[in-house]
């Protein structure tokens, strides 16, 4: 997370044999086209959701969803995660606060 957007970075892997992994890429979203992000956790995984406004968003993140795209979270981080998700949620609202005060 930095100033006003998400900088990801990230290996594509085979999805069958899961042996071909890339060289890491890196991709930022700028909060404004966000609508937001959720956190789910479950009994053995947990994921971030990410809700893009529009499908041009995620154009460079793998995945299939048109709007949003979901990412898995090791139990280890489940912590992090669900702070990520708090923060950029916050920093969404507010956005959205000092666009109705413009």
Same mark, same amino acid.
């Given at each position: 997370m930095e100033k006003d957007k998400l900088a990801f970075e990230f290996q594509k892997k085979d999805a069958v044999l899961e042996a071909y992994k890339s060289d890491i890429m890196t991709d930022e979203i700028a909060f404004s086209e966000l609508d937001m992000m959720e956190y789910k956790k479950g009994f053995f995984s947990s994921k971030l959701i990410l809700h893009g406004k529009k499908a041009a968003t995620f154009r460079n993140l793998p995945g299939?969803?048109?709007?949003?795209?979901?990412?898995?979270?090791?139990?280890?981080? $489940?912590?992090?995660?669900?702070?990520?998700?708090? $923060?950029?949620?916050?920093?969404?609202?507010?956005?959205k606060l000092r666009e109705l005060d413009e």
């Open positions: 299939n969803e048109l709007t949003t795209r979901t990412l898995k979270v090791k139990k280890k981080d $489940r912590e992090v995660a669900a702070n990520i998700s708090s $923060r950029v949620n916050l920093e969404l609202s507010e956005m």
